[in-house]
T-cell receptor
């Protein structure tokens, strides 16, 4: 099973709201990732967790706050977002240093 | 630093015709190479990967790619495309990692448009 699940599928939020995106994998992967993808662009890496510890933060604004409660779960907490944060948010996981990442279906976020 | 260049932003092709999507990379160290496909409103699906060994790599849905170290290329090919192959295709490179996580560098993507 090479499945990564993400909830919700769609999310509309106002600029003062607080919401969370959830990602789950049951492949025993020890690395998990958050990406942001704008229309007609490749995914941009936001955060990397390795063995439940944050290992890479690509200078993401603090209104995005990642959390890895256990090896299967990854959350992205959202607060005071801007309209330009509207995008497809993708979660991925990998076994480790081989580079092969498996992606979830994404959450389509719209900030109004 | 590594980079990936996908020379064609769009490739129109008729159904049952062959197609080649081009990808060139630059890196000063050993790399792993990937092709991902993204259908509208979906995540990325791994089509195929080159880690080591045979330079001709076969993937899902009848796609294959050839790793050419001297030309630093990893072009994707399919001998006969179907309407359902219409999608965005991303080439990606990952630098040899000894740690526990990888960092992918993506190309800008190629939109494959298959028509009747």
């Amino acid at each position: 099973d090479t499945e990564v699940t993400q909830t919700p599928k769609h999310l509309v939020m106002g600029m003062t709201n607080k919401k969370s995106l959830k990602c789950e994998q049951h492949m025993g992967h020890r690395a998990m990732y958050w990406y942001k993808q704008k229309a007609k662009k490749p995914p941009e890496l936001m955060f990397v967790y390795s063995y439940e510890k944050l290992s890479i933060n690509e200078s993401v604004p603090s209104r995005f706050s990642p959390e890895c409660p256990n090896s299967s779960l990854l959350n992205l907490h959202l607060h005071a977002l801007q309209p330009e944060d509207s995008a497809l948010y993708l979660c991925a996981s990998s076994q480790g240093g081989l580079g092969e990442q498996y992606f979830g279906p994404g959450t389509r976020l719209t900030v109004t | 630093a590594q980079s990936v260049t996908q020379l064609d932003s769009q490739v129109p092709v008729f159904e049952e015709a062959p197609v080649e999507l081009r990808c060139n990379y630059s890196s000063s160290v050993s790399v792993y190479l990937f092709w991902y496909v993204q259908y509208p409103n979906q995540g990325l699906q791994l089509l195929l990967k080159y880690l080591s060994g045979s330079t001709l790599v076969k993937g899902i849905n009848g796609f294959e790619a050839e790793f050419n170290k001297s030309q630093t290329s990893f072009h994707l090919r399919k001998p006969s495309v179907h309407i359902s192959d219409t999608a965005e295709y991303f080439c990606a490179v990952s630098q040899d990692q000894t740690g526990t996580a990888s960092k992918l560098t993506f190309g800008t993507g190629t939109r494959l448009q298959v028509t009747l």
